[in-house]
């Protein structure tokens, strides 16, 4: 099927400078990390990186990071990558600072055609400074705007070849949202099925928002990332 | 006479009686720090364990079993509970936004005489990490924080006002370091307990908060 590709460069030809990317992972774990390897490979500069962390030191996003790929990192907790800081510090990146309740939520709703939702997480905070406040039945909520992208990329655990997605454990979070909010949405997996073989009470992601697929080579093990 | 106490043994001191608070059945999420060893001291199994990443049944793991992809909230291997859940990172957040989440445990860098915390930002050093302690102070039915009682440099964590950006403008409910814990009712701190060791005196001189004793 022509969802399949060969490789992760093929997968990601559509990736230009300047394009705004949703990647999907809790630091390491449910990242697309071969996605992430090709992608330090190209040549594409200006990134703005949707992503929970922006990887670790030297570690998936981080390498990017410390290739000065990224323009605009969009995130809830950038502190487990110092080198994020001391960009920052040095004025080579903007930085978008969100709860990760409002991040996930904006992605859900960049997704299913919202423009933005009120909440109340961040009133009265410095998160909230510069953002529509109103209040609804006595409760004050601030407007938070939805997120959507040019590309997604996105780790799940098998598919099928139609596109269909199921996910393993916590390395699920970020990533059936993601699949769900950019015009172009690429899945690593650790198998490719025939259809039929996923049960259909089990898909979490359906192959309509899937694009493209492919084998994930790079697995995060007991001893960290590892080629296969 | 002042005795020295190790880090090690006031976070699980602190930990500790942080257990004896939580009757099941709750459902209870755990932040990073002292509140991820609370769950090593909780006697009771109709407490289930919440944590923001995509887990509602979390346990110990022990070494054979650890699993790369499955941590909790401080990305540290966790095991999953017999009945355990996984679901993404909004269905996650409006479980915690939406009130179905009974106790938050959570860290703070700071808390003020009403119970307003500050726990995710240092003005000018690099601490720009959220998390979800925002979401979970809106929307847990009630907060725990624990922490120390003063900090490295030796000042009261427990203040007038907080000079740290503040996290919500929400109350936590209970507080607890290795000298005391506190509640905190109609936005005022009550002295509730003196913890092992603590006496009344050395409360009043290492909380600049206000308080009231009884």
Not at chain 1, 60 to 75: P, T
Not at chain 1, 198 to 223: F, G, M, R, S
Not at chain 2, 3 to 17: G, L, P, Y
Not at chain 2, 166 to 187: K, N
Request: hydrophobic content about 40%; glycine content about 10%; aromatic content about 4%.
């Amino acid at each position: 099927m022509a969802k399949q590709k060969h490789s992760a460069a093929e997968a990601l030809a559509a990736v230009k400078s300047g394009d705004v990317i949703l990647v999907g992972g809790f630091g390491l774990v449910g990242a697309p990390l071969t996605l992430i390897d090709e992608l330090t490979r190209k040549d594409v500069n200006g990134l703005t990186i949707v992503s929970n962390n922006l990887g670790e030191s030297g570690k998936g996003l981080g390498i990017l990071l410390n290739q000065n790929k990224i323009k605009k990192g969009i995130g809830s907790y950038f502190t487990s990558n110092r080198d994020v800081g001391d960009k920052y510090q040095r004025g080579e990146i903007e930085l978008e600072l969100l709860p990760q309740g409002t991040l996930s939520e904006s992605i859900r709703a960049g997704g299913a055609g919202l423009g933005g939702y009120y909440t109340t997480t961040g009133v009265g905070t410095d998160l909230a400074k510069g953002k529509e406040e109103r209040e609804i039945d006595g409760v004050r909520y601030i407007l938070e705007k939805a997120i959507r992208a040019d590309v997604a990329l996105i780790r799940a655990h098998k598919a099928d070849t139609l596109g269909n997605l199921v996910y393993y454990k916590t390395a699920r979070n970020f990533n059936p949202l993601m699949a769900t909010a950019a015009k172009t949405v690429i899945a690593e997996v650790d198998e490719i099925v025939e259809p039929g073989e996923l049960d259909p009470e089990a898909v979490i992601t359906p192959h309509l928002y899937v694009d493209a697929i492919i084998k994930a080579q790079q697995v995060l093990t007991k001893e960290g990332v590892v080629s296969r | 006479m002042t005795t020295q106490i190790s880090k090690h043994d006031i976070q699980h001191m602190i930990a500790k009686r942080v257990a004896k608070e939580l009757k099941g059945p709750l459902t209870v999420n755990l932040g990073i720090g002292i509140p991820t060893l609370v769950a090593a001291y909780m006697e009771d199994d109709s407490i289930y364990l919440h944590t923001e990443n995509g887990l509602l049944g979390v346990t110990d793991v022990e070494e054979p079993d650890v699993d790369p992809n499955l941590v909790n909230a401080g990305k540290l291997p966790v095991g999953e509970a017999v009945g355990a859940s996984f679901f993404n990172s909004s269905d996650s957040f409006a479980m915690i936004r939406g009130g179905h989440v009974d106790v938050a445990i959570l860290g703070a860098l700071q808390v003020d005489e009403t119970g307003v915390i500050a726990n995710w930002a240092v003005p000018g050093k690099n601490i720009m990490g959220v998390g979800g302690a925002m979401d979970l102070l809106v929307g847990a039915k009630k907060v725990i924080v624990t922490m120390s009682h003063t900090a490295k440099d030796g000042k009261s964590k427990l203040l007038k006002e907080c000079t740290y950006p503040i996290t919500s403008t929400r109350s936590v409910d209970l507080i607890v370091t290795e000298l005391a814990v506190f509640e905190v009712t109609d936005g005022k701190l009550r002295l509730a307990e003196l913890m092992p060791g603590a006496s009344i005196e050395d409360v009043r001189e290492k909380t600049e908060a206000e308080f009231i004793e009884q």
